[in-house]
């Protein structure tokens, strides 16, 4: 009976491997030996033994902390492929443990509770130290310079802006510790910042509160919306912001683009909601709702000094496609574009029509305002009967507005999409029967439409007009319809003109919130007027009306602008400048039949815009050969009407506040009404006496043909070496 803790002894006087050993020992070969077992052999075969009980360690420490697979390479060593596309260090480590993410945002959170109660301590004190401040007599706008760091907090205006323009507008150390509470247990995680009873929403270093958020959304609602209605006024910002953030900062920036009581809440939000627009296309969108924010984006686009810089007509491009994968032009049979089962809900089904209708008005307007061949469908689900299909009946507010740009398509695809022309230009005996025709479409409509009475249907409706007659710059001077073709342009450049300068609904005058295409139209008239005025047309027409409005649009223009030194400021200076320095011809006798070609273009390939560009093209020659800089007439605008160099004369008079709508101010007095920001509240305040635009909208040094981008900025040489003076350019063709 030997005891438990001494081992038996074997007859050869060895120990007692018994039967597992001695299975082992026959494994390794050991028995094989008459003799007996040595000790060392043993030692050998326990540590074989210790190493098969010890878990083999086949992935990284990167890869276990995420529990994935792991194809690290030990014998010879290799860094496994997560690690290396990562740049991560690949090692592997007897002694790491995965980290709980739960007990890390645990230990987190009790740290932003701790220092929240420090910061809420130190307001206190200080709040009961700091002695009463004297009214500030510098405009709101204004800063001055930062003296101590503050540690309060506004409940009324709750942002920071990413600029140079001061530094109290960083965000301090308690906007930085709530800034983390992106966190799951204990908060909601939906990107709020907290302090106190205040919820604020963020976007990067850009918090609002909401108050602001509400009377931002507002905004939006009361004077943008009706330019494009399709979203529910009555959801919640909060139920927009669960549905799609990307949805909710666009109707924020939106708003924010006449925004009085925060000017530089515009300027803040571009850089970050444009980051997040590319991310969210990056990730590839799932909910459609993601489509209405780039409608909303394509149609009031962050301002911008150079079109090379505008990424508008390729974000209207993504629009259509993501709307097409979504399957929104086959809205009742969404399941065969998801992978998922989808319920079809007719409140989800009318809006999904509502949405693809959308897209293609602004898909229309997009491709009309750049001159580009327009990227729409108008499918049998924008041309269904309601009798099929009560859920495919558009609302009253857009179903007039896509059978207006229907036919703005109807005009693009007749006169400029030829296919036996380089340009896609239509022959010159085609255009007058195509023109015929489409007169006659456009009277039929305006029939249509007149019941309605709509004063925004009725500007929409003036620009298909403008759009369709701007191809007289396109005619052949020796034709017998010459005249009658640019007199029918000029009337219809001056109703489009006399309707967006007296538009006017019951909130008030709002052409300075209408969409970017309408500012598009305005300049192309101002550019007919100025080219039919210095022409040989000019005896044809009331020449001291058509300076009166041509002076209102020049301003009207202006008033579209919202940001300093944006391309509505600039093309407004550009126009007040070609009229003042332009040499107007003799007038001649109406009888006279003397023409000339002086109409004629030299940019032809941007369908009905080429009339903007040439016009451009033409000023910029002129200012080059004369040392003309625009940037310095930006500080002082031209006044057309005025021989001096700059607005500053007494002609130009002062600019008078009106409150009748918010961020909207009265012109020149002496002109007709058009709404114009005051310097004060343009969204931007100069630096230096420099303007500046958002950051990542800035002017790049791009190479290539982008007409509103050199001839204004001068960044890169004419394309046309053979273009020497203005006079003799009309009768050569394009190098």
Not at 295 to 308: G, R
Not at 523 to 538: D, N, P, R
Not at 559 to 576: F, K, Q, T
Not at 630 to 654: F, H, M, Q, R, W
Request: glycine content about 4%; aromatic content about 8%.
């Amino acid at each position: 009976m030997g005891g438990a803790g001494h081992p038996s002894v074997s007859a050869t006087g060895g120990p007692d491997v018994g039967p597992a050993r001695k299975r082992n020992v026959t494994v390794a070969g050991l028995d094989s030996s008459p003799g007996s077992v040595d000790v060392d052999d043993i030692e050998d075969i326990d540590n074989r033994e210790e190493k098969k009980r010890q878990p083999v360690k086949r992935a990284c420490n990167e890869c276990r902390q995420q529990k994935l697979r792991c194809d690290v390479s030990q014998d010879p060593w290799m860094d496994c492929s997560r690690c290396r596309r990562l740049k991560l260090d690949c090692k592997i480590e007897s002694n790491f443990k995965r980290v709980g993410k739960r007990s890390r945002n645990a230990e987190m959170e009790r740290e932003i509770v701790a220092l929240r109660k420090q910061i809420a301590h130190a307001q206190a004190n200080a709040t009961a130290t700091l002695p009463p401040q004297p009214p500030s007599s510098l405009p709101t706008t204004q800063h001055t310079p930062k003296q101590e760091p503050s540690t309060q907090v506004s409940p009324v205006a709750m942002y920071h802006t990413p600029s140079a323009i001061s530094s109290d507008q960083y965000m301090g150390s308690h906007e930085a510790v709530a800034s983390l509470l992106d966190l799951r247990s204990g908060f909601d995680g939906s990107n709020y910042m907290r302090n106190g009873n205040h919820h604020f929403k963020r976007i990067e270093d850009v918090a609002v509160v909401p108050e602001r958020v509400t009377e931002l959304f507002d905004l939006f609602f009361t004077f943008h919306h009706p330019f494009l209605p399709f979203l529910d006024r009555a959801q919640s910002p909060e139920d927009y912001y669960k549905s799609c953030p990307l949805l909710f900062w666009t109707i924020i920036s939106v708003g924010a683009r006449r925004y009085t009581a925060d000017t530089h809440l515009l300027n803040s939000l571009a850089g970050p909601v444009s980051r997040l627009v590319w991310s969210t296309l990056a990730d590839i969108p799932q909910s459609y709702h993601v489509v209405k924010a780039l409608c909303l984006l394509c149609t009031w686009p962050f301002p911008t000094s150079s079109t090379s810089n505008d990424p508008t007509f390729m974000l209207c491009g993504m629009m259509m496609q993501v709307a097409m994968q979504l399957g929104l032009h086959r809205p009742s049979h969404t399941q065969d574009f998801s992978k998922f089962r989808v319920e079809l809900i007719e409140e989800e089904l009318r809006d999904k029509v509502r949405t693809w209708a959308i897209c293609n008005v602004v898909a229309q307007r997009v491709a009309t305002g750049y001159g580009q061949p327009p990227s729409t469908l108008y499918d049998w689900t924008l041309s269904s009967s309601e009798l099929i299909d009560p859920n495919f009946k558009l609302p009253e507010g857009i179903q007039p507005r896509l059978e207006i740009e229907k036919f703005c398509d109807k005009v693009t695809k007749a006169l400029y999409t030829n296919r036996r022309d380089p340009v896609g230009l239509c022959s010159d005996q085609e255009r007058s029967s195509l023109i015929s025709f489409l007169s006659r479409d456009f009277d039929e409509l305006e029939t249509q439409l007149k019941p309605q009475n709509d004063c925004i249907t009725n500007l929409y409706l003036r620009a298909s007009n403008l759009h369709l007659h701007l191809s007289a710059f396109f005619d052949d001077p020796t034709a017998k319809s010459y005249r009658e073709r640019l007199l029918a342009l000029y009337v219809a450049t001056t109703t489009f003109l006399e309707a967006a300068m007296s538009l006017e609904t019951e909130v008030g005058p709002v052409l300075s919130y209408t969409p970017y295409y309408v500012y598009q139209m305005l300049v192309a008239a101002g550019c007919t007027l100025l080219k039919l005025c210095k022409s040989f047309f000019a005896a044809h027409i009331d020449m001291d009306y058509t300076k009166a409005l041509f002076n209102r649009t020049v301003w009207a223009i202006r008033g579209v602008s919202v940001s300093n030194n944006d391309l509505p400021e600039r093309l407004a200076e550009v126009l007040a400048q070609m009229w003042r320095l332009g040499n107007a011809p003799t007038p001649k006798p109406a009888d006279n039949p003397e023409m000339d070609d002086s109409l004629m273009l030299k940019v032809r390939c941007r369908m009905s815009m080429s009339l903007l560009y040439d016009s451009v093209w033409r000023w910029r020659e002129d200012a080059r050969t004369k040392g003309r800089n625009i940037e310095a007439y930006l500080k002082n605008p031209t006044n057309p009407d005025s021989n001096s160099d700059s607005s500053a004369s007494s002609s130009v008079g002062v600019l008078q506040t009106s409150t009748s709508t918010p961020g909207v101010s009265a012109a020149d007095p002496s002109l007709a009404p058009a709404p114009l920001l005051p310097p004060a509240t343009l969204g931007v305040q100069p630096n230096n006496g420099v303007g500046a635009l958002p950051s990542g909208f800035m002017e790049p040094n791009y190479e290539v043909f982008d007409p509103l981008n050199w001839l204004l900025d001068g960044l890169v040489d004419l394309p046309y070496s053979s273009y020497s003076t203005i006079s003799g350019m009309e009768t050569q063709g394009i190098a």
